[in-house]
């Protein structure tokens, strides 16, 4: 069983509508990440939560460190949030070190 | 700020042929990391590094040899290609290494080994 599982696995919404990915994992936790990966391939940090809630622009990001689980919602979904979405919490055993969900791959149509 | 960068961007071998993936970044972080991603899995720690002079292995790291002789630069070698390690591999790094700090990924070197 993976530590790490991303719901759901592929995204296809259209402009406008209300995007949630969710995550859920198996390991006691410091904190976790929210990653993006392009198209191009690049990658870079969205946020990252040890507790509650945070937001950034459209992005709003959630944990329940109690329930293991983590979601990431984007409000008004435009085309140019097509991209992977990676969940990565932090293993308090391993402390620095990140273990990464397969990725949510999200499609905004016009 | 260059960030982080990484050559080559894509490189062909052949089975048993040896190389070098090159990461530097000019942000003066502590940690650095290497990652490959394989398709539809999730990216595995190969080995990091917590400053220069001190490396230690991740999940994955059969296969490679890593070397930190400055804070700037984290170089990957393979030493004898295997097809297994087709992959893109990407390089991070980051300030402290204490988990609730942002990595920073580089651009990512598509490997293919043939």
């Known amino acids: 069983k993976n530590e790490v599982e991303q719901s759901p696995q592929n995204l296809t919404a259209q402009e406008g509508e209300f995007i949630t990915i969710n995550c859920s994992y198996s390991?006691?936790?410091?904190?976790l990440h929210w990653l993006q990966q392009h198209p191009g391939g690049g990658i870079v940090s969205l946020f990252m939560?040890?507790?509650g809630k945070k937001k950034h622009g459209r992005l709003i990001a959630t944990i329940n460190i109690q329930e293991k689980h983590s979601s990431l919602h984007i409000t008004a979904s435009h085309p140019r949030d097509s991209a992977v979405y990676i969940c990565?919490?932090?293993?308090?055993?391993?402390?620095?070190?990140?273990?990464f969900g397969t990725g949510t791959s999200l499609t905004v149509i016009p | 700020n260059a960030g982080v960068t990484q050559t080559p961007k894509f490189r062909i071998l052949k089975i048993g042929q040896s190389m070098t993936l090159q990461c530097a970044q000019d942000m003066n972080h502590n940690y650095m990391y290497w990652y490959r991603q394989d398709p539809g899995m999730g990216l595995k720690l190969i080995y990091y590094?917590?400053?220069?002079?001190?490396?230690d292995k991740g999940e994955v790291p059969n296969g490679y040899n890593v070397s930190r002789s400055t804070t700037e630069d984290f170089p990957l070698r393979l030493e004898l290609a295997a097809p297994s390690q087709t992959s893109v591999y990407f390089c991070?790094?980051?300030?402290?290494?204490?988990?609730?700090?942002?990595?920073?990924f580089g651009p990512g070197t598509r490997l293919l080994v043939l």
């Open positions: 590094s917590v400053g220069a002079g001190i490396t």
């Open positions: 939560l040890s507790s």
């Open positions: 991070a790094s980051s300030y402290q290494g204490t988990g609730q700090e942002t990595q920073y």
């Open positions: 990565a919490p932090i293993s308090i055993k391993t402390g620095n070190q990140f273990y």
């Open positions: 390991v006691g936790i410091s904190a």
